[in-house]
Each structure stands twice: as structure tokens, then as C-alpha cells.
């Protein structure tokens, strides 16, 4: 179970699950706060239209951006305390990191199970998702950024893998 996370200056990304810390480097790969990116290939898209109200609601609407492969409106509502990747994030290493998230995290239905506080406000939640008849379970954690918006900062999608090895990346 993933109790909370943080990152070293090596950029590898670390989960904690019940036996302590471990390193993750896909996770580090795809997941790590778009922070990194400071670059904006494009123009920036209105506050108002990124992130959410509340955590739950950012997660929900990142989870069905993915469901419909959305890449623009998974990058409005991922993101961390700077605000959305859509505009911390240069356009193409954004994209890559999306549709690797998207691949992991594709479904037919989605379920939040739990709720419960994470590191410094964070909120994480424990979703399970239903692809292609499978269920797998997972965690996703949200934090609060500029104008009182939530952002899905990161998602455990280690754990999803079998669901981007049966339906592939932008299919």
C-alpha cells in the first residue's frame, strides 16, 4: 500500500509502500512533479480551466480524461503546487509522460475506494480500476496548487501495468 512519496535530488521517485522505502524508476520516469519542466511550448490555458475544485474532483476528472484518452485535459488536471503541466511543462516531454500515465491508467470503469491525508496536505486516494474485465487496484495522490485548484501530482501505475500491456498506447 502506498503510504506517501518524495523525491531525492537524483530524480528517482520513491514509494513508500508497508516495509519502508523503495525506488520506482519508471515511476521516476513518467511521474515525477512537472516541476522539473519549466518550459511552455505553448500558450497557457485560463487558471479557471485547470485543475479542480477539490482532490476528489481532480482526480475523477484526470481518471476520465484518461478513460477517453484525452491528453489536453489529463495535462489541465496533472500537475503539482505550480499549477497544471499543461503549463509548467514543455509540450513534447509533457505529452510522452501523458500517454505513458494514460496507457497505465486506461479503463472501462473507475472506482474511488478510500480517501485519506498524505504529506504536506496531500490527499491520496485508492481507486480501482476495471479494464477489459480486469480489476486492479491503485493509488493516486492530489495537491493543492495556485488559486486553491487541485492537480493529480502522481499515481502508482506499477500496479496498472497489465492494463497498458493489454491495450497498448494510444489505441
Known amino acids: 500500500m502506498l503510504l506517501g512519496s518524495r523525491m531525492e535530488d537524483k530524480g528517482i521517485w520513491f514509494v513508500r509502500a508497508s516495509r519502508g522505502w523503495r525506488s520506482v524508476r519508471l515511476a521516476a520516469l513518467v511521474l515525477v512533479a512537472p516541476v522539473l519542466g519549466s518550459a511552455c511550448a505553448g500558450g497557457r490555458a485560463p487558471a479557471a480551466s485547470q485543475g479542480r475544485d477539490s482532490p476528489r474532483q481532480a482526480v475523477s476528472a484526470f481518471l476520465d480524461a484518461a478513460k477517453q484518452r484525452d491528453v489536453e485535459a489529463m495535462a489541465k488536471v496533472w500537475g503539482s503546487q505550480n499549477g497544471s503541466a499543461l503549463n509548467t511543462m ?42 477489459q474485465g ?38
Open 90 to 131: 514543455a509540450e513534447g516531454e509533457r505529452d510522452k509522460r501523458i500517454l505513458i500515465i494514460q496507457c497505465h491508467l486506461q479503463h472501462d470503469r473507475s472506482t474511488v475506494v478510500a480517501e485519506f491525508p498524505g504529506d504536506d496536505g496531500r490527499r491520496v486516494f485508492r481507486v480501482e480500476l476495471t479494464f
Open 134 to 171: 480486469v480489476t486492479l487496484s491503485t493509488t493516486v495522490a492530489a495537491v493543492k496548487g495556485p488559486a486553491e485548484r487541485w492537480f493529480v501530482e502522481s499515481a502508482d501505475i506499477e500496479k496498472t501495468a497489465e492494463f497498458c500491456r493489454r491495450g497498448g498506447v494510444g489505441r
